[in-house]
């Protein structure tokens, strides 16, 4: 299993950007994919999630209204749309993968990680 997680870079506060994660070796549409990130010094935090069929999402109080998770079954591919980004978003973003058809926020949950894409947001 891979998963390619893409789409970072340096964004001035107030910006956007739009990662994606791109999977092989699972069938995609079986698979709850969620978004985590991690800060210098800080513990992985859960993000945003979306069930396997896409129906429920969940997302991180503090990206709430900000940041919408999708996913494009047909490609094996989940994307985190990130707007109105502020310097404490800023981390290196992880994708992972967990069978299942619900919603889960702890990392523990997850079964398989990809190698993450670092977003910094300057002020």
């Known amino acids: 299993v891979q998963l390619q997680a893409s789409g970072g870079g340096l964004v001035q506060a107030g910006g956007s950007l739009r990662l994606s994660c791109a999977a092989s070796?699972?069938?995609?549409?079986?698979?709850?994919m969620g978004w985590f990130r991690q800060a210098p010094g800080k513990e992985r935090a859960f993000v945003a999630t979306?069930?396997?069929?896409?129906?429920?999402?969940d997302y991180a109080d503090s990206v709430k209204g900000r940041f919408t998770i999708s996913r494009d079954n047909a490609k094996n591919t989940v994307y985190l749309q990130m707007n109105d980004l502020t310097p404490e978003d800023t981390a290196v973003y992880y994708c992972a993968a967990k069978t299942g058809g619900t919603t889960y926020s702890a990392p523990s949950d997850y079964t398989f990680w990809g190698q993450g894409t670092l977003v910094t947001v300057s002020s």
């Open positions: 070796g699972l069938t995609f549409g079986l698979y709850t």
């Open positions: 979306i069930s396997a069929s896409g129906r429920n999402t």
